[in-house]
């Protein structure tokens, strides 16, 4: 599901138990910061970025994203 370390609450840095308009929010001002500052890693970013809200924006991809993190889902 995720690429081995990734977190993706603190890519996005939100909480576990943030909810769904949380995640929305912080996406849009993460990612409009990366789009307006640039520099040599934005792509890398707005890529970790995107994977991270398709993930947790979806109840079921985020159960099972969480399930894996707490070591009782498929890995």
């Not at 996005?12 to 520099?39: H, K, S, T």
């Not at 707005?46 to 398709?54: C, F, W």
């Amino acid at each position: 599901m995720a690429a081995e370390g990734t977190d993706h609450y603190a890519v996005l840095q939100v909480a576990p138990r943030a909810c769904p308009q949380v995640i929305d929010a912080a996406f849009v001002v993460l990612r409009e910061m990366e789009l307006v500052g640039g520099g040599p890693d934005a792509h890398r970013r707005l890529v970790a970025l995107n994977r991270a809200h398709h993930v947790l924006s979806d109840p079921e991809r985020r159960a099972a994203y969480d399930a894996t993190l707490a070591g009782t889902g498929p890995t």
